[in-house]
């Protein structure tokens, strides 16, 4: 139950899989923002709308524990015949209608078939009953938890869209960065063609400026189909249909420091809450069954019409009362739910200290990754102005002639890796940022 949210992870991780081999006929590209994403997954993602099913339903099992306050009524119509002497002299009683005659030996003995039509209204109101009292309150404790589980499902989507929403970011940079690369490599390849014509360089320059075009163009076509799957895999997210592709803002280059965020993640967590309430609702049904062995007491009445004819209502007879009753006995079967009990709230204690110990070492990684991405995009951005200056001096150089294709196209393909790395640290960074968010959410209800 408290694992649904992981659960629903791996099930969109094996729905972006088989997203990539699904191909189908685009729509124009639509800008999103980051805001508008959310919203749509909060109003339309299947996982919450199922959890809010889930949260719904245990309101309404909450709402049947009204009964130990409300009466039970209930009304029946019996029809009956019978020629037993003592039933059939009881109907007569219940009729109102024993005559001297009913007396004799002979009809008393041998009566004859004695029909009866009862019509009954029965009211049974419980009074003090301790063990419903704390199951009542144990429900209440798991409609709790249900909307805990409902909130931390929120916030688990909200992080998978800020995700799939830096990775569209991550895959329109990469396209970018390959068609300036592409650009780079035809200016180059042209220039190498005409060098060529006029015999002032060997076929193998111009074949190697031609092969690495032809690279960069499958490259470049891949990231265009990885940008369908990625719009595809967003659109689950929000509850659309697949096919639509779709344009982000550029990925933040933020430069937030650690001051200020949580080291630890917060005790009252949504999923850390929704553990502790059925803990808590453990706990209330443990001290239930321990009730059940002290006395009821409960009241109860009927009104009660007979007749010898069929929709006869002649005569009439109520009956009230007060029942205490106490079970003292079954078997050793309420000590043995109650120590079954225990072990069910000591097992679930015990997952939600592993659960708190696994964030911990989860978060602690997080903010190493942080540091890794944060100087890692320190780097990259040093690393992209040499790779930039290095590749200006060279094609200078180059159109002079002072240097072959080869270090060109080297120097093409260095700058190109280096600006997608740069994405890719910038990428990292933000996703860790978003990471750390989550992990460390407070109660927001």
Not at 92 to 102: C, R
Not at 135 to 147: I, S, V, W
Not at 164 to 181: F, N, P, R, T
Not at 338 to 351: C, H, Y
């Amino acid at each position: 139950m408290l694992h649904k949210i992981t659960t629903y992870k791996l099930i969109l991780g094996l729905l972006l899989v088989s997203i990539a081999g699904f191909t189908q006929s685009q729509e124009p590209v639509k800008h999103l923002k980051l805001e508008e994403a959310i919203e749509k997954a909060y109003q339309q993602n299947r996982a919450i709308q199922l959890a809010k099913m889930d949260e719904t339903i245990a309101g309404s099992r909450l709402k049947q524990t009204d009964a130990l306050y409300l009466p039970q009524v209930g009304l029946s119509y019996t029809a009956m015949t019978t020629n037993n002497p003592l039933n059939a002299f009881g109907f007569k009683l219940q009729q109102k209608s024993i005559t001297a005659a009913d007396f004799n030996p002979d009809l008393l003995n041998n009566p004859k078939g004695t029909p009866d039509f009862s019509t009954k209204l029965e009211v049974m109101q419980p009074i003090i009953n301790l063990d419903l009292l704390y199951q009542k309150k144990a429900a209440e404790k798991q409609a709790e938890m249900y909307q805990y589980q409902t909130q931390r499902t929120k916030e688990a989507i909200c992080f998978e869209v800020q995700k799939a929403y830096l990775q569209l970011g991550l895959i329109h940079a990469s396209i970018k960065v390959l068609e300036d690369a592409l650009s780079t490599s035809k200016k180059v390849e042209s220039f190498t063609d005409n060098r060529f014509k006029q015999g002032l360089l060997q076929k193998s320059d111009l074949l190697n400026a031609q092969l690495q075009v032809k690279s960069i163009e499958t490259n470049l076509a891949k990231a265009k189909s990885n940008l369908g799957n990625a719009s595809d895999f967003m659109s689950l997210l929000m509850g659309n249909a697949a096919g639509q592709l779709y344009a982000v803002d550029e990925i933040p280059f933020s430069n937030a420091n650690q001051i200020g965020m949580a080291s630890t993640p917060s005790a009252e967590r949504a999923d850390f809450m929704a553990m502790q309430k059925a803990i808590d609702a453990t706990d209330l049904n443990i001290t239930a069954t321990k009730k059940s062995y002290l006395p009821k007491l409960n009241a109860f009445g009927s009104y009660q019409l007979n007749d010898s004819r069929m929709l006869g209502f002649g005569a009439n007879a109520y009956l009230a009362g007060v029942q205490l009753s106490w079970d003292i006995f079954k078997g050793n079967r309420t000590k043995n739910n109650i120590a079954t009990q225990v072990l069910e709230k000591n097992k679930m204690s015990s997952q939600l200290q592993q659960l708190k110990d696994q964030a911990q070492l989860e978060l602690g990684k997080t903010y190493r990754d942080l540091n890794n991405a944060s100087f890692q995009r320190n780097q990259q951005e040093k690393a992209v102005e040499q790779a930039s200056e290095s590749l200006r001096i060279l094609q200078n150089r180059y159109e002079q002639g002072l240097v072959n294709t080869t270090d060109v196209l080297m120097a093409s393909t260095q700058l190109a890796q280096q600006q997608l790395a740069l994405i890719q640290a910038s990428y990292d960074k933000q996703i860790s940022l978003a990471q750390i968010e989550f992990m460390t959410a407070s109660n927001k209800k």
